[in-house]
């Protein structure tokens, strides 16, 4: 009886242990930003892209942005890039654009490979410092915003999605033919 309260004992502390860990940044090091959330400005940010020219976020104000933070070691992120690559064809010449920020931290040496060999033609912005995930408060990867003409983010989504579907192409031409 004495050893399971002890295991339970040290599975209760361990887990605080983990919650503290995790949570440290925001406990210790609050932050003046707050979370994104719907309606609120998409932060700017300007990051090199496969040729290291800047691009920056405000570049496309006017056009809806699937902004989407990935990294080539990320399964789920693998799993949606060719329905991504679809939308970006299916919408291409319309108000949109695709921008794929990724973290890796070897950057265009990995991400260039990558693209190519999964042919995949939307700009792809390299982040080895993660600012974007810091600056938009991300908790893994993918997560995508959904940004307006306004510069405004519309949804973040966690996970991979079918970026593909009738529903997402439909769901985008109604941002793009707002206002």
């Known amino acids: 009886m004495k050893s399971k309260i002890f295991l339970i004992s040290l599975l209760i502390i361990g887990i605080g242990i983990i919650v503290l860990l995790q949570t ?48 080539t ?28 920020v990724s973290i890796d931290e070897s950057g265009a040496e990995a991400v260039i490979p990558f693209m190519k060999q999964h042919k995949l033609s ?10 974007v995930k810091s600056l938009y408060r991300t908790t893994g990867v993918p997560e995508s915003f959904i940004i307006d003409r306004e510069g405004l983010t519309v949804e973040k989504v966690i996970g991979a999605r079918d970026w593909a579907s009738p529903e997402m192409v439909g769901y985008f031409r109604n941002l793009i033919q707002r206002n």
């Open 24 to 71: 440290k940044d925001s406990l210790f090091k609050p932050s003046d930003m707050p979370r994104l959330g719907k309606r609120m400005p998409a932060p700017n940010f300007s990051l090199p892209d496969l040729s290291g020219k800047k691009v920056s976020l405000y570049e496309f104000r006017g056009k809806v942005v699937l902004l989407n933070i990935w990294a």
């Open 73 to 100: 070691w990320c399964a789920p992120c693998v799993e949606e890039m060719p329905s991504m690559e679809i939308l970006h064809q299916k919408l291409k010449g319309e108000d949109f654009t695709i921008l794929a």
């Open 122 to 131: 939307f700009t792809a912005l390299i982040d080895t410092k993660g600012s």
